[in-house]
């Protein structure tokens, strides 16, 4: 759900799908845990379910904290957005440190993707495991800053414009 007041949008994922999300991620969760218990796969069985708990646990915690929280993923204002839609989300980032806004396709998924103009100022902010993450992740995406179709309420194409539109808005204050 998108809830507009003045020039604040904020976004949240629907009800339904940070249960369905916190669902997916309990099961993974716990897939990865039984094939660390169960050692009848041996050596490879205990080292991809220690990968894929690492991978599944932090995540399946995230949402299980927004599930209860009820969090926004988004707030878009005429300053910038904050970005709280991944375990590696942004934070806060006003709309003159933003050179691209578009929507990718990645693995049977479509990704906002945001580009910053500075991206070692950038990252210098984020904490040092989050830093981390985003050179792991950095070859395989396009953008600095990624949010997931899965937790939004409206299409990756309405985020978008409603994104560039909020920054052409500041742009055109800046400059008048």
Same mark, same amino acid.
């Given at each position: 759900?998108?809830?507009?007041?003045?020039?604040?949008?904020?976004?949240?994922?629907?009800?339904?799908?940070?249960?369905?999300?916190?669902?997916?991620?309990?099961?993974?969760?716990?897939?990865? =845990?039984? =094939?660390?218990?169960?050692?009848?796969?041996?050596?490879?069985?205990?080292?991809?379910?220690?990968?894929?708990?690492?991978?599944?646990?932090?995540?399946?915690?995230?949402?299980?904290?927004?599930?209860?929280?009820?969090?926004?993923?988004?707030?878009?204002?005429?300053?910038?957005?904050?970005?709280?839609?991944?375990? =590696?989300?942004?934070?806060?980032?006003?709309?003159?440190?933003? @050179?691209?806004?578009?929507?990718?396709?990645?693995?049977?998924?479509?990704?906002?993707?945001?580009?910053?103009?500075?991206?070692?100022?950038?990252?210098?902010?984020?904490?040092?495991?989050?830093?981390?993450?985003?050179?792991?992740?950095?070859?395989?995406?396009?953008?600095?800053?990624?949010?997931?179709?899965?937790?939004?309420?409206?299409?990756?194409?309405?985020?978008?414009?409603?994104?560039?539109? =909020?920054? @052409?808005?500041?742009?055109?204050?800046?400059?008048?």
């Amino acid at each position: 759900m998108a809830i507009q007041s003045g020039d604040r949008i904020v976004v949240e994922t629907p009800a339904a799908r940070r249960r369905r999300l916190t669902s997916m991620g309990i099961i993974a969760t716990g897939v990865s =845990l039984v =094939l660390v218990v169960d050692r009848s796969d041996g050596t490879t069985g205990l080292a991809i379910g220690i990968l894929a708990l690492l991978f599944f646990g932090p995540i399946t915690l995230v949402q299980l904290v927004r599930g209860i929280r009820k969090s926004p993923v988004l707030i878009l204002d005429a300053d910038g957005f904050t970005d709280h839609s991944t375990l =590696l989300s942004a934070g806060f980032v006003p709309w003159q440190e933003v @050179r691209q806004i578009e929507e990718r396709p990645f693995r049977r998924r479509t990704f906002v993707t945001v580009t910053v103009t500075d991206r070692a100022a950038f990252r210098a902010r984020q904490p040092a495991w989050r830093r981390l993450l985003l050179r792991i992740n950095g070859p395989m995406v396009s953008g600095d800053i990624l949010i997931p179709d899965n937790v939004l309420p409206m299409s990756p194409a309405e985020l978008v414009k409603t994104m560039r539109r =909020l920054q @052409r808005g500041t742009q055109r204050r800046t400059h008048s």
